[in-house]
């Protein structure tokens, strides 16, 4: 499966972005597509996460309450609305498969290219 990362972009604090992940090739319902960042000098983290099939999800602390993600089954995409953000959640934001529910990147074995957020102050 293929992923493209799309809908960075700098935003001022309190802002909104919504980030698009678009899945190409061999989709399965037991899938599992996490959203993760990686800010400069310091180690990628898990963001958010969706079963393609049952559409269950999961958030970091950092981010629950804030953003939301979603899919679009019939556009094999993974939407991830990010709301109230801060100059903390500036980073490259990546999609990427899974075939199981995991919150460590060494578990995705398919990647975007990643887009960027910038939040000003």
């Known amino acids: 499966v293929q992923l493209q990362a799309s809908g960075g972009g700098l935003v001022q604090a309190g802002g909104s972005l919504r980030l698009s992940c678009a899945a190409s090739g061999r989709t399965v319902s037991s899938d599992y597509v996490g959203w993760f960042r990686q800010a400069p000098g310091k180690e990628r983290e898990f963001v958010a996460g969706i079963r393609w099939g049952s559409g269950s999800v999961y958030y970091s602390d950092s981010v629950k309450g804030r953003f939301t993600i979603s899919r679009d089954n019939a556009k094999s995409t993974v939407y991830l609305q990010t709301n109230s953000l801060t100059p903390e959640d500036t980073a490259v934001y990546y999609c990427?498969?899974?075939?199981?529910?995991?919150?460590?990147?060494?578990?995705?074995?398919?990647w975007g290219q990643g887009t960027q957020v910038t939040v000003s102050s």
């Open positions: 990427a498969v899974s075939s199981r529910t995991s919150y460590r990147a060494t578990d995705f074995a398919s």
